[in-house]
């Protein structure tokens, strides 16, 4: 049974840092793509950043370019994005996926196959 589980959420002060993590388990997925998405009540799930199967590509919304940064270790089939110069507009559920590809098409949500259960990210001003 194929399970992702993220962690890391919580409540902040604008400025501050955190940093998610998704662990995966159930199969291998260093061959996929992997992404965050974020999404508040009433509104889609949007692309945060997304990472290809090697980790040599990397890709980000606009919002969070130059704050966010996505890595991941295939030896612990985990994923983790680094958030720092939080902004309350930032605050949502978090979920990471793992892509139908390799490196392609990572920022579109339809192509992820598996999802995280999410979490929590809270921004206060």
């Known amino acids: 049974q194929v399970q992702l589980v993220e962690s890391g959420g919580g409540l902040v002060q604008a400025g501050g840092s955190l940093r998610l993590s998704c662990a995966a388990s159930?199969?291998?997925?260093?061959?996929?793509?992997m992404g965050w998405f974020r999404q508040v009540p009433g509104n889609e799930r949007e692309f945060v950043a997304a990472?290809?199967?090697?980790?040599?590509?990397?890709y980000y919304a606009d919002s969070v370019k130059g704050r966010f940064t996505i890595s991941r270790d295939n030896a612990k089939n985990t994923v983790y994005l680094q958030m720092n110069s939080l902004k309350p507009e930032d605050t949502a559920v978090y979920y990471c996926?793992?892509?139908?590809?390799?490196?392609?098409?990572?920022?579109?949500?339809?192509?992820?196959?598996?999802w995280g259960q999410g979490t929590q990210v809270t921004v206060s001003s």
């Open positions: 996926a793992v892509s139908q590809n390799r490196d392609y098409g990572l920022g579109n949500v339809n192509l992820y196959n598996y």
């Open positions: 990472i290809s199967w090697s980790g040599r590509g990397t």
């Open positions: 159930g199969r291998t997925f260093s061959n996929y793509g």
